[in-house]
């Protein structure tokens, strides 16, 4: 058995995600915590398990728990990398804000995701940028940060989903 992580591990993860994705939570989750309880601290693969944990709680409808979760992880991201611009970092940011924004605390969501909202891309993070402005009642940055998501969107698929979202945007303001 190697010294930093079972041998299982890997094949523990794997079969937490089957069951997850087969719809699964209990189980998926029994999987993640013991392949958690596996893994030391400080190792890289906890936060990457740590998240889809969190994932799964949160489609179990556990908010308060993926929280805590999704907290943990970007905390030990941030221990484990070279800060804000690091891909894991923006990545848990995103996940963790869209968690906060679906548990209706938008204000909360902007301040977790803000910190790694990269100035040149990718689109979905100042499109759900965009979201939590208008949860908030922040139209006019809404609208500014659509008009940003537009600019660097990489498809015409994005493109559409943005300006469908402008759109209504535009025609919600034109209705008050």
Known sequence: MPSSMSERNPDIVSEALALWQGGELAAAEEK???????IPDGHPAVPHVRGQLACVLAAAGR???ARDEYSRTLSE?????DGENDAAVRAIRYLFSRHILAMQEPVAALDILLPARPRAGPWAFTFLEAEI???IGAREAAESALQDAFAIADSDEARQR???????LVNDRQDR
């Open 32 to 38: 993640y915590r013991e392949a958690l309880s596996q």
């Open 133 to 135: 402005h208008i949860a």
């Open 77 to 81: 991201e941030l221990a484990l990398c």
């Open 63 to 65: 908010n308060a728990e």
């Open 162 to 168: 943005i300006q469908a979202k402008l759109t209504d």
